[in-house]
């Protein structure tokens, strides 16, 4: 939807104003330089090698896929309809977005409707890793509920900047230290449903 036409302070400008500033601010959010770092191609086929390596691995036990909102949701989506077995889905929110600042703010978790974790074989699923504060806090709040076993898959590793002692078992890529978007990540809200996953031109950021 393109948000700037139904502003109501939009409204009050004369008609011929209406029809010029909606699409040029369009075009000035739109205007940022984006780098492609990984292709929609290049994606899927990372996309498709892990879900080979999840089927070999978890085929046959009670696997639970757990999304980390909001920046896995595409990811998760890609990766289940490529895993040929039955299994469950469930979803948890955890944020401690901090726009493109290099620390992560404290982190909140929201786990209203979580299915039951006990006895299942859970995999946690999120965009990427950073810091690995985020997946670090996650694992330790999933343990609580008694999983028979606990493994993490992230889209994107990115180089240089873990702040934890664990690390994700699975991986699609490592990345260099850059703010990246698409495929599910963010900057201010925008973004995400890029097919592919780009670097923000540091003059964009901020
Ligand atoms: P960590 O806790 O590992 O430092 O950060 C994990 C979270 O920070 C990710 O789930 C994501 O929401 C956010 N994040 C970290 N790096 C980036 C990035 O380059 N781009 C975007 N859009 N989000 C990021
Ligand atoms: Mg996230």
Not at 52 to 63: F, H, M, S, V, W
Not at 141 to 167: D, F, M, N, Y
Request: some cysteine.
């Amino acid at each position: 939807m393109d948000r700037t036409r139904h502003n109501p302070a939009f409204c009050r400008l004369p008609a011929a104003a209406c029809m010029i500033v909606p699409p040029l601010i369009q075009f000035l959010r739109r205007s940022r330089v984006l780098k492609v770092l990984l292709t929609e191609i290049e994606i899927q086929a990372g996309i498709e090698a892990l879900a080979k390596r999840l089927d070999a691995e978890y085929r046959g036990r009670p696997l639970t896929v757990l999304g980390v909102l909001t920046g896995s949701l595409i990811f998760l989506a890609d990766l289940i309809r490529r895993m040929d077995f039955p299994l469950r889905v469930g979803l948890i929110q955890a944020s401690s977005y901090r726009g493109t600042a290099t620390l992560p703010g404290a982190l909140e978790i929201h786990d209203a409707g979580l299915p039951i974790l006990e006895g299942r074989d859970v995999l946690l699923l999120d965009d990427i890793f950073d810091t690995g504060q985020t997946l670090s806090h996650l694992v330790q709040h999933v343990e609580r509920q008694r999983p028979h076993s606990l493994r993490s898959a992230v889209l994107l590793w990115k180089i240089g900047r873990q702040r934890v002692e664990i690390t994700p078992d699975y991986y699609c890529f490592r990345i260099p230290d850059v703010f990246v978007v698409g495929y599910g990540l963010d900057y201010h809200d925008d973004y995400r449903h890029l097919p592919h996953v780009a670097a923000l031109d540091e003059e964009d950021l901020g």
